[in-house]
């Protein structure tokens, strides 16, 4: 009886519940499209709109992803602060949020993707790190966010268009059939490019030099394991940290130069000898690089678990003075290496140049100039407002001459602070506290010019004391050994190619590109721990362009045709 | 209707619940129709494109496929088994610890791993697992050859399923011990009474009350034997054991998380809620004709 009155009641809820879902899709399709047919039409001629000050104030609308480790003060919010009011007063541009969300765990890439799917009003400015790359990209194949490469050359100011010429490229990922569709958000460059750091106080022990060739590197790593100069036993020393549990083309531990020695740069698209692009796994230099890493694998030069260890394991063995040699960033000699001297009280890094192969190459892999984009809605009333703001950012706060007015930070009592005598005091003893104020800007880090870190950076290496906002940020905040490492990683600069594929997914990619990034995977692997013979690697590549990959090739060389 | 009539309150009762089951379980159900579609969030699914059986075929089609779906269904079996057997006999031994101080500490101690993130023991293994760590090094001290055990095809399966066990156990431990208490102690006295010793009064008294619980438990267990534990898996595994130790949810993990191929991911969820509706059935009607016992 029961049950008998229950089954309708059921399928009843059942289909007005789908009924419900089928409308409101409906709504939102039918919504969509009256929106962008609005934008067509209203779209007027606005010339001359670009002002310094907006009278009646304008209104940009934003969504925000919070970083946990952000902190406010003065009872503000990333809706309402310092920087919101400084924009409303400075420029009469009136800030408004539609939402914001600690940024955990991918949370705001997930916000954002369900207000675009559920039809929710979306922001006129929002700027995405690489972290949400998929999200960006789907939200410009969306439609809802206009191509902005014409209000750039409108209205972005000369400093700002410089930053942006240092690398043409950073726009290839963010184009569309040529249409430049989001503002790449500018990073410092070589922030993770690569140097070798090793143990300069061993070298010293042990009367030998710097190593400069690949064969000169496995003397040293060879004199550091069987005559370690701190008297280690063989066994406990690792010459050489690296590790390629994620990948073979990573930050710290990296092991991709070894391989450059030979002429590749796997897991990244390199333009190979006939202008085309290459995936760097498949070229033939791969398999004497396989070779060395194997050998060294068998003499114990580098951790016999590096297919376990991660980019963070890898710095262990180094932090507890038990390694010899660890690739990475030229900011490491901060974090984490300048923990070593608790574990080995004498313990040196000094950074020093990638070893050549055995015809001289040297090839390492670069950074690209962008960490995210910034995308402005085709329903924005008045897109030059943004450029008023970022101009005024890019002109006055990102490298600024000594006296001009963001010279000693952005907002004073947040992110510095000035005594009665005009001198800066330092970071913890702001009152009440310091804030990185800067992040509550609409762009993240504000403007940020690629090259100015390293040069304020070859400044103070060359001896120069720090005058500009720059160069007494990296001084104060960056490890003592910084200045020099830069130094070092630049001396390389013509080494350093990045990975020359930047578009969104292709085809192929979406249906093959995991398989024949785990065979990739599986076959290195094993081909290093001797569980395959070399010469697999041939059938691999076989496997690899038969497997989709040459069907990718293509795709990524038409890409690469497009925006060339 | 005359009970309805007489019972209507507890049918008042019952709403709030069916409506947070429509609200999460049944309207939700409408996305799986993204599983027969190529999704495009911006186009939602009235307007995303159908593909009929293409992202179900891509499942199939991958040269590994076969491979991942066996080592998914051999973890996962193993790993049901196992976890059944171990905490069956260690509550029974448990049970016969007279101290009650001794058995509290011991069920806590037992139930401590459980609480554990794999990200954070999986750092710890790695150390712990490593071919000169700790337990490498106790080996050793028997003479036994360093073991590889997370980058050894032979003995990945073996590590995961262990070091699962070792975590788990505690959690059904309890259950059992929670029904070893349930047991009327008079069946212990008239058996005593018949001259049963502890052994047979284990035999033929304990264990065939721990049976539908075991049975309970088993069947519950079944719905996951599609998911061979992504913590867990994807904290130890390395390209050196894909062959070994790839599963369904690691690769769904690659392929539809994050390049956000959300299609292929219902499709893969389809996939797997049927065998486990399936086999939920299937073993929910052996419970009920050999154990004689009724879940629901």
């Known amino acids: 009886m029961k049950t008998k009155k229950m089954l309708p009641l059921l399928g009843m809820s059942v289909l007005l519940a789908s009924s419900i879902a089928g409308c409101s899709g409906n709504n939102n399709a039918a919504g969509g499209n009256n929106a962008s047919g609005n934008a067509a039409n209203t779209k007027a001629e606005t010339e001359n709109a670009y002002k310094d000050k907006y009278d009646p104030e304008v209104t940009i609308t934003t969504v925000w992803g919070v970083d946990p480790e952000l902190k406010f003060k003065n009872g503000e919010t990333i809706e309402n602060n310092v920087s919101t009011k400084w924009a409303k007063e400075k420029f009469g541009i009136n800030i408004k949020s539609l939402w914001s969300i600690t940024d955990t765990n991918g949370a705001f890439g997930t916000k954002l993707r369900l207000a675009m799917s559920s039809g929710q009003e979306m922001p006129d400015v929002v700027t995405i790190g690489t972290g949400d790359a998929t999200i960006a990209q789907d939200l410009i194949d969306s439609g809802m966010y206009r191509e902005v490469g014409t209000l750039f050359d409108q209205y972005a100011s000369a400093t700002w268009k410089e930053a942006m010429a240092q690398d043409p490229n950073v726009w290839n990922q963010y184009s569309r059939n040529g249409k430049k569709m989001g503002l790449p958000v500018l990073d410092y460059a070589y922030n993770h490019d690569y140097i070798l750091w090793i143990r300069q106080d061993w070298l010293d022990k042990l009367n030998m030099k710097a190593p400069t060739t690949i064969d000169e590197l496995e003397k040293v790593m060879d004199a550091f394991k069987n005559q370690n100069p701190d008297g280690l036993a063989p066994d406990k020393v690792i010459p050489l940290s690296i590790g390629f549990k994620t990948s073979m083309n990573t930050w710290m531990g990296d092991p991709s130069w070894i391989f450059g020695a030979y002429g590749t740069l796997p897991q990244q698209w390199n333009v190979a000898a006939d202008g085309k692009l290459e995936y760097g796994s498949v070229n033939a230099g791969m398999k004497q690089g396989l070779e060395k890493l194997k050998d060294w694998l068998a003499k114990g030069y580098i951790p016999q678990e590096a297919a376990l260890w991660d980019e963070n394991k890898t710095s262990e063995p180094a932090v507890a003075g038990t390694a010899g040699i660890i690739p990475g960033p030229y900011w490491m000699s901060g974090w984490p290496l300048q923990d070593t001297v608790k574990n080995v009280p004498d313990a040196v890094w000094a950074p020093i140049n990638i070893p050549a192969g055995p015809d001289g190459t040297v090839m390492r892999h670069g950074t690209q100039f962008t960490n995210g984009v910034t995308l402005i809605s085709t329903k924005m009333k008045n897109p030059e407002a943004f450029f008023t703001y970022e101009n005024y950012l890019y002109d006055n706060f990102a490298n600024p001459q000594p006296g001009s007015e963001l010279d000693n930070g952005l907002f004073a009592g947040y992110d510095y602070e000035l005594d009665a005598s005009g001198k800066m005091v330092a970071n913890d003893q702001i009152s009440g506290g310091y804030v990185n104020s800067v992040r509550y800007l609409l762009v993240r880090d504000g403007a940020r010019i690629p090259d100015a870190q390293m040069k304020a950076l070859l400044n103070l290496a060359n001896g120069a004391q720090p005058t500009t906002r720059l160069e007494k940020d990296v001084a104060v905040n960056y490890g003592k050994g910084t200045p020099a490492a830069a130094k070092v990683l630049l001396q390389q600069e013509d080494k350093s190619f990045k990975n020359m594929f930047t578009g969104p997914t292709t085809e192929t990619m979406k249906a093959k590109l995991d398989y024949l990034n785990k065979i990739e995977n599986q076959t290195f692997n094993e081909i290093i721990y001797g569980k395959q013979p070399l010469d697999s690697f041939d059938s691999f590549v076989t496997t690899w362009n038969a497997g989709g990959g040459e069907q990718i090739t293509k795709e990524v060389n038409e890409w690469y045709d497009s925006v060339k | ?296």
């Open chain 2, 1 to 296: 209707m005359r009970t309805l009539r007489k019972n209507w309150q507890f049918h008042v009762m019952l709403i709030p619940a069916m409506i947070l089951l429509i609200l999460f379980s049944f309207i939700p159900m409408g996305g799986i129709v993204m599983a027969f579609q190529d999704y495009k969030p911006w186009l939602h699914i009235s307007g995303s494109e159908w593909v009929g059986l293409d992202n179900f075929r891509y499942l199939f089609e991958r040269e590994d496929s076969m491979q991942v779906i066996w080592n998914t269904l051999i973890i996962a079996v193993l790993k049901m088994i196992f976890n059944l057997l171990v905490p069956f006999i260690f509550a029974i031994m448990l049970n016969e610890v007279r101290k009650l101080a001794v058995q509290r500490t011991i069920q806590t101690l037992v139930y401590l791993p459980h609480f554990l993130s794999w990200v954070i023991l999986g750092g710890i293994l790695l150390d712990l697992l490593s071919t000169d760590g700790f337990v490498n090094q106790i080996l050793g001290s028997f003479g036994v050859q360093p073991i590889f055990f997370l980058g050894d095809n032979n003995w990945f399966r073996f590590t995961v399923i262990l070091t699962d066990i070792w975590k788990e156990f505690g959690y059904n431990t309890i259950v059992f011990l929670a029904a070893l208490a349930g047991i009327n102690p008079s069946l212990y006295e008239a058996a005593e009474i018949d001259g049963a010793n502890r052994w047979k009064q284990t035999r033929f008294i304990t264990m065939p009350s721990l049976i539908p619980m075991v049975v309970v438990v088993g069947t519950l267990a079944l719905g996951n034997v599609l998911n061979a534990g992504f913590d867990q898996i994807f904290n130890l595994y390395n390209p050196l054991v894909y062959q070994k130790g790839d599963i369904i949810d690691t690769f769904v993990y690659r392929t539809a998380i994050q390049n956000g191929e959300m299609g292929f991911g219902t499709a893969i969820g389809l996939f797997k809620s049927a065998i486990s509706m399936v086999l939920i059935l299937v073993s929910y009607q052996l419970a009920k004709k050999w154990a004689g016992y009724r879940i629901f």
